[in-house]
């Protein structure tokens, strides 16, 4: 079974940092390029990052270009997003996504999410 | 990146056939046949249902379809069922290689 499963989102004052981790299984990691997606409260999907399978290519928003890094382990199969300099508007559920097979730009399979949020 | 235009919200009867649109730039929907489409129950992740503007995953229910017409893309769901209740959004790729999705959609079957 196809699984991904984040962690380690939790409550950070801003200007700190917090890295985000996804676990994934059930498939050949190394074949799929990797997005984070992003919630708000009550708002909607806002899309935040994504790499490629060998890692040399990554692409961001505008909104977190330069406070936040996409990376991944493909040895253990984790996915992760360090996040700095971190904003109240950054408060959000993270989701990562998992690229749809091949070329097609879509998002195939989603985890459970992780919460973040930055308050004082 | 500005977000896709979506309906902030559509209603239907069960059986009936509502279209929710999904309006972008020729950066984005026009300039691509990358349209997906996702539907997102309360406290859920979303759930892929269209991509490639009107193609289905493997084993979705065929009441989904997808379509596009210059900026604007369209997903209509047929024979509304109550399960259908729920939010939808839009993605595209764009010129920029990013993603961007659309505000959202909610689905209520009356």
């Known amino acids: 079974e196809v699984q991904l499963v984040e962690s380690g989102g939790g409550l950070v004052q801003p200007g700190g940092s917090l890295r985000l981790s996804c676990a994934v299984s059930?498939?050949?990691?190394?074949?799929?390029?990797m997005h984070w997606v992003r919630q708000a409260p009550g708002k909607g999907l806002v899309w935040v990052s994504r790499?490629?399978?060998?890692?040399?290519?990554?692409t961001y928003a505008d909104s977190v270009k330069g406070r936040f890094t996409i990376s991944r382990d493909n040895d253990k199969n984790m996915l992760f997003l360090q996040m700095n300099s971190l904003r109240a508007e950054d408060t959000a559920v993270y989701y990562c996504?998992?690229?749809?097979?091949?070329?097609?730009?879509?998002?195939?399979?989603w985890g459970q999410g992780t919460m973040v949020t930055v308050s004082s | 990146q500005s977000a896709l235009t979506q309906p902030a919200s559509v209603s239907g009867s069960p059986g009936q056939s509502i279209t929710i649109s999904c309006t972008g730039t020729?950066?984005?929907?026009?300039?691509?046949?990358?349209v997906s489409w996702y539907q997102q129950h309360p406290g859920k992740a979303p759930k892929l249902i269209i991509y490639?503007?009107?193609d289905r995953p493997s084993g979705f229910s065929d009441r989904f379809s997808g379509s596009k017409s210059g900026n604007t893309a369209s997903l209509t769901i047929s024979g509304l069922q109550p399960e259908d209740e729920a939010d939808y959004y839009c993605?595209?790729?764009?010129?920029?290689?990013?993603?961007?999705f659309g505000g959202g959609t909610k689905l209520t079957v009356l």
């Open positions: 996504a998992r690229g749809f097979p091949g070329t097609t730009p879509a998002f195939d399979v």
């Open positions: 059930g498939f050949t990691f190394s074949d799929h390029w």
């Open positions: 790499i490629n399978g060998d890692e040399s290519t990554t």
């Open positions: 020729s950066g984005d929907v026009g300039g691509y046949n990358y």
């Open positions: 490639n503007v009107s």
């Open positions: 993605s595209s790729y764009t010129s920029t290689t990013t993603r961007v």
